[in-house]
């Protein structure tokens, strides 16, 4: 009895012990130890064997929380020398004193041997009183250690009639889980479809079956554009392992065919002059790339800039300074200049969309980096896109008690971002579309990265799942599955490498904190926009507008998570921004967060051709909902169910009147002032000049 209430003292000490890191020296403030010591933690008892992937851990999430550039080191038994900025040095031990308390309970026992040896030697006579009272002593109490060590750690010895009743209650649940789970198998997870054809939603024809939808339509314009049999080759037909064949939704519509009573919004909000502005001439130097017209070989001939065999699933390529040579994801680089990501009148981005959704992948392995999953894709005209898989249901609205850098990014956020932001008349965003992923045929069988390949595994259910390697939400809590093979997915069409176009990573001025208790300093100061005006690049040019055109398209979409922007280093700082990685926008459509128009409030600053598409918007014949549900309806997964719920669509409608009535909030106090014209900038003037 005594023992345990000596265990059950010391058990606070114990606790603290290991829970938390013995800090040796730090200058940090109480704020930002705290945060440093919850991450620790966190990445040591995850990854309690990989030093290298606790460290890599924490150095990311230091990098993200409180800017870069971090420098960490895990290990035991090593001296270091540093020069540092002040307030970021830390330094704590953990596992050494782990280390310690192993070797204290391994050695527990051997002083009870040792003495019990000494005194064996004397076998045959008579051992004296005090030394046979001080062993008994010594050995009760490193058996007293002993036992207190053990309850601690949980090493109690169980009795061996009672390992053997565990070990065969475990294989018998097994068993039972093995026999489960061949039932199971024996049908498909998903409900059984009714005998005869299907007629699907959003069609232009009402007699399309959907073995007839699911042949690609190509428009004249792609250069892939052939007879029928040719048009049926491009569509992949994958068999997953039970032998059951996979077609992947309709590709995209050349245009959007709306029903004879209501005329289509978005072609007429497409034809309005705001959406046909002139644009500036564009120079040699406004294209990020451009084809040579020579070659340095005098053998070879100067229009033939790219020749390739056919290898490993690739087509044969022959590409030279000749547009109508290229695929359509190279027309969309060598497209992209100063002032614009893609053209939305370019016919060769249809022909891009319908790649993405159609065309067959020949390799899929893990992007590096970042906190969840993302796979890049290759097809076989050597074209890129970034995969995001489904992680939960559309219609799920993300927890009110989450923080914002809690949530799962969602698939269709990718694809309605991507919508959104070409309604808005920016085109920022690369061109996405969602495609029904056959996760054994077109990622399993053909994936070349081991690590990925490690994380497959087929479900209870039969569903076949996985989850790859990243810092967070990679685990078999985390994993993806198909149902049982078909996993939704957004896919992007990738920039140019940074070995040809490098990029410039931007920290917004309008950055969150990414804590829990912490402001940032735009949250406490209203006049934080007067300090941002006089730094660079904000203080001349469009790049202060250009983030608010940022921060309406995150308002509309509730993204939080805009903590960086990109721009293409050639341009310098007199280019647009681009509007990459949203896949946790649209979480939550019953709540709104205004602050993420804290630039518009405190700068009171707006483009002139984006407030009158904002109004234009507002209106009934063009409202923002309708016109973005009849654009969404052209993405193929609209077959499987809406992309974005009526809530959401109902949502948009919502902030937009809000964020009209900031500006004219802005507007009324500035004209108090006598500076009423300084909150519209005239970029639509600009343009004619």
């Excluded at 799962?408 to 694809?415: D, G, L, Q, V």
């Excluded at 998570?561 to 979480?587: M, Q, S, W």
């Amino acid at each position: 009895m005594a023992e345990t209430v000596d265990s059950k003292k010391e058990e606070p000490d114990y606790k603290r012990l290991h829970s938390f890191p013995l800090i040796r020296h730090t200058d940090m403030p109480e704020e930002m130890r705290v945060e440093a010591m919850e991450l620790c933690v966190t990445a040591c008892e995850k990854f309690t064997t990989n030093n290298e992937s606790a460290a890599k851990m924490i150095k990311e999430s230091m990098d993200k929380k409180f800017g870069s550039s971090w420098h960490v080191v895990i290990g035991e038994g090593f001296g270091f020398e540093i020069t540092h900025e002040l307030v970021t040095d830390w330094y704590s031990e953990r596992e050494r004193e782990r280390e310690r308390e192993r070797e204290r309970r391994i050695n527990f026992n051997f002083p009870c041997k040792l003495l019990e040896e000494s005194v064996g030697e004397r076998a045959g006579k008579r051992m004296p009183r005090s030394l046979k009272q001080s062993r008994n002593g010594l050995r009760e109490k490193y058996l007293k250690i002993d036992r207190r060590m053990r309850m601690r750690l949980g090493l109690r010895r169980w009795p061996p009639p009672l390992c053997v009743l565990l070990v065969s209650l475990s294989l018998a649940v097994h068993l039972v889980l093995a026999l489960l789970s061949l039932l199971v198998l024996q049908r498909p997870c998903g409900p059984a479809s009714p005998p005869g054809p299907h007629t699907l939603p959003h069609s232009g024809n009402s007699n399309l079956t959907l073995a007839e939808a699911s042949l690609p339509k190509l428009s004249p314009d792609s250069p892939n554009t052939g007879s029928s049999k040719a048009a049926v080759d491009q569509t992949p037909k994958a068999t997953g392992k039970r032998g059951r064949a996979y077609s992947p939704p309709p590709a995209a519509r050349a245009g959007y065919a709306a029903s004879p009573d209501s005329p289509s919004k978005l072609l007429a909000l497409f034809s309005h002059p705001l959406y046909n502005l002139p644009h500036p001439a564009i120079q040699e130097d406004d294209w990020l790339l451009r084809v040579k017209p020579k070659v340095k070989d005098d053998n070879r001939d100067s229009t033939q800039e790219w020749l390739s065999d056919s290898e490993d699933g690739y087509d044969a390529t022959h590409w030279d300074n000749t547009t109508e040579s290229h695929p359509p994801w190279l027309r969309l680089h060598l497209g992209i200049s100063r002032w614009r990501l893609y053209d939305r009148k370019d016919p060769s981005l249809q022909a891009l969309l319908e790649q993405l959704a159609t065309h067959r992948i020949v390799s899929a392995v893990q992007k590096p980096g970042g906190t969840q999953l993302k796979l890049v894709m290759s097809f076989p005209n050597y074209g890129q896109a970034l995969f995001k898989p489904k992680k939960q249901e559309r219609d799920s609205e993300t927890d009110f008690n989450l923080f914002y850098f809690s949530d799962f990014e969602r698939h269709n956020a990718e694809i309605a971002a991507f919508h959104l932001d070409r309604v808005l008349g920016f085109q920022r965003i690369p061109p996405v579309v969602g495609r029904l992923i056959n996760v054994t045929a077109e990622i399993k069988d053909i994936t070349t990265d081991r690590k990925l390949a490690r994380t497959f595994y087929t479900s209870p259910v039969g569903n076949v799942c996985f989850y790859g390697q990243c810092s967070y939400y990679c685990s078999t809590e985390h994993a993806v599955c198909g149902r049982p093979l078909a996993l939704e997915a957004s896919l992007a069409v990738m920039l140019p490498d940074l070995s040809l176009a490098q990029r410039r990573s931007w920290r917004s001025p309008w950055r969150r904190s990414y804590s829990r208790s912490k402001l940032a300093q735009w949250e406490k100061d209203p006049n934080f926009c007067a300090t941002v005006k006089k730094t660079p690049p904000y203080n001349k040019g469009t790049r202060l507008v250009d983030l608010i055109d940022m921060a309406i398209l995150d308002f509309l979409m509730s993204n939080m998570d805009r903590h960086h922007y990109e721009t293409f280093e050639k341009f310098g700082n007199d280019t647009f921004l681009l509007h990459l990685d949203n896949g946790r926008a649209f979480g939550r459509h019953s709540r709104d967060e205004p602050s993420i128009l804290a630039p518009i409030e405190q700068c009171c600053r707006i483009r002139r051709s984006t407030l009158l598409r904002l109004q234009l918007l507002s209106r009934p014949q063009s409202r923002l909902s309708d016109v973005m549900r009849e654009s969404l309806s052209q993405d193929p997964l609209t077959t499987v169910a809406p992309l974005l719920s009526e809530p959401h669509l109902s949502a948009l409608d919502r902030r937009l009147v809000a964020v009209l009535q900031t500006v004219h909030r802005c507007q009324e106090r500035f004209h108090s002032n006598g500076r009423g014209g300084d909150v519209v900038y005239d970029d639509i003037g600009a343009a004619r000049l």
